[in-house]
C-alpha cells in the first residue's frame, strides 16, 4: 500500500456501556504519494474510521450531547432532520443510544446501503420523491421537515445547514486533530455540503495556521456559491441552498468539480492507492489534482478530507452500468 499511516489511534480512552458512549474520534490521517506532483505533500483524513463510517458521527455524537445537557430537548423529544444518508446513520445511531425517537426525511439520490441503516436504526423514515425547484430534491425535504415539526408534539429539528453546534464540532474535533498532527499546513481542501466541516475546520486551521489557504470543493449543479441548479446525483457534496452556517467560513478559493471527475477519483483512489471512498472524496482529490498540475513551487503541505467509505456507493459512482448510464465512459 502507498500511503503511510500518520495518526492511527482510532479508541483512545473511548469507554462504551449500556448508558454511555464517549468517543475521542482520532481517524488516521495518511500520505499519499503523488507520482505526478512531486512538490506536495499530500496528507488524507480517513473520517470512515468513525463508528458509524463518516465524518457526520462527529456532529451527531457533539449535538445530540449538547442539546440533552441545556435542556433543549428531552427523554420525549422526537428528533428529526434531513440527510443525504450519512448525518442521517449517524443521528439514527447516536439516537437509538439515548433512546430518542428519530425520523429522517430522505430521497432517491439516497444509496440502498444508508437507506437500509437508517430503516434499520431511525424510528422511521420520510421520503420525498418529488424535485424541487432548482432540480434537486433538498427544499422539499426541509418543506417536509416543517411539516413534521408543525404536526409532532415535542420534536426537535437538528438543521445541519444552520446550527453553529454543527461547526463548532468539527472545530474542536477534527480540526484539532488535524492540526496537532502536523507541523504545518499549506492548503486545505475541503468539500463542501451541508458547511459545518468547512466552516469548524477553516476556522481552526486559520487560528493555527494563518497563512494556509483553504480551498472549498462544491460539485456542478450546486448553488453554494453561485452556480446553475442542476440535477445531481452524488451525496455529501454541493447542495441546492447556500447555509446559513457558511457565514462564517474561511474560504479563500472555490473549485468546483463535475461529477463524472469525481467518479474517475475514486476510481483513480481505489487502483492507484488502494482507497476505497465515497463520490465526496472523489471530488476533493480531483479538485486538488487539477488546482496543482501547472503549479511547481513547493514543496508545500496539503490536506483534504475524505468523508466517508466507498462500500455505500457500491451501485452508484463503482458501478458501471449506474455512472456509464448518467455520465458516459470513464476514459
Not at 11 to 18: F, G, L
Not at 38 to 52: C, D, G, R, V
Request: hydrophobic share 35%.
Amino acid at each position: 500500500m502507498s500511503n503511510n499511516v500518520i495518526c492511527g489511534s482510532l479508541w483512545q480512552n473511548t469507554e462504551m456501556s449500556k448508558h454511555d458512549h464517549q468517543t475521542t474520534f482520532n481517524t488516521p490521517l495518511v500520505k499519499i504519494k503523488l507520482q505526478n506532483l512531486s512538490n506536495i505533500n499530500l496528507f488524507a483524513k480517513l473520517e470512515s474510521f468513525n463508528p458509524t463510517g463518516s465524518i457526520k458521527d462527529r456532529p451527531a455524537h457533539f449535538i445530540i450531547d449538547k442539546l440533552l445537557e441545556s435542556g433543549e430537548i428531552n427523554k420525549d423529544t422526537t428528533i428529526v432532520e434531513s440527510s443525504s444518508g450519512n448525518f442521517g446513520i449517524a443521528l439514527a445511531a447516536y439516537c437509538k443510544e439515548k433512546g430518542l425517537k428519530f425520523y429522517c426525511v430522505i430521497d432517491p439520490n439516497i444509496s440502498e446501503t444508508n437507506e437500509f441503516l437508517i430503516n434499520q436504526l431511525s424510528t422511521g423514515t420520510i421520503k420525498v420523491e418529488n424535485r424541487d425547484g432548482s432540480g434537486g430534491y433538498l427544499l422539499n425535504r426541509i418543506k417536509a421537515v416543517k411539516k413534521f415539526l408543525e404536526e409532532v408534539p415535542n420534536s426537535h429539528w437538528i438543521n445541519q445547514y444552520a446550527n453553529t453546534l454543527n461547526a463548532q464540532a468539527h472545530y474542536e474535533t477534527l480540526g484539532k486533530e488535524i492540526c496537532e498532527s502536523l507541523p504545518q499546513i499549506d492548503y486545505a481542501f475541503i468539500g463542501v455540503g451541508s458547511g459545518g466541516t468547512i466552516t469548524g475546520v477553516s476556522k481552526k486551521i486559520k487560528k493555527e495556521f494563518p497563512n494556509c489557504k483553504i480551498v472549498a470543493v462544491d460539485t456542478k449543479g450546486s448553488v453554494i456559491f453561485g452556480g446553475k441548479a442542476e440535477k445531481r446525483y452524488i451525496p455529501g457534496i454541493g447542495s441546492s441552498m447556500v447555509p446559513d452556517i457558511l457565514k462564517e467560513a474561511k474560504i479563500d478559493e472555490i473549485i468546483t468539480v463535475p461529477e463524472i471527475n469525481a467518479i474517475k477519483s475514486c476510481h483513480e483512489l481505489l487502483k492507484t492507492h488502494s482507497l476505497f471512498v465515497g463520490g465526496s472524496s472523489g471530488s476533493v482529490f480531483s479538485a486538488i489534482e487539477n488546482y496543482f498540475e501547472n503549479k511547481r513551487e513547493g514543496p508545500l503541505t496539503v490536506v483534504t478530507i475524505f468523508p466517508d467509505r466507498g462500500e455505500r456507493y457500491i451501485n452508484t459512482v463503482y458501478n458501471k452500468d449506474w455512472y456509464e448510464k448518467l455520465f458516459g465512459k470513464l476514459n
